[in-house]
C-alpha cells in the first residue's frame, strides 16, 4: 500500500468479484453500497473495510 494511502479498517476476503458494504454494526454503519473488484482488491469509500478477492475466485464471466 502506497504511502499516504488509507489504512484499512478490516481485511475481507470474498470469491466475487461484486460486494455489498454497509459497515456493519447496524444502525452505527453506513448507506448500503455495492463495490466491484476490478483486479485483486477494492476499498469501501465510507468505511476503509479492504475487500480482497480470493486466489482463483471471481475468475467466471458473471456480471
Excluded: W
Amino acid at each position: 500500500m502506497p504511502d499516504g494511502a488509507a489504512k484499512p479498517t478490516e481485511i475481507i476476503h470474498v470469491d466475487d468479484r461484486t460486494v455489498a458494504c454497509d459497515g456493519g454494526d447496524g444502525a452505527l454503519g453506513h448507506p448500503r453500497v455495492f463495490l466491484r473488484i476490478a483486479d485483486r482488491q477494492v476499498m469501501c469509500p465510507y468505511c476503509s473495510r479492504l475487500y480482497v478477492l480470493n486466489e482463483g475466485a471471481g475468475d467466471g464471466a458473471g456480471h
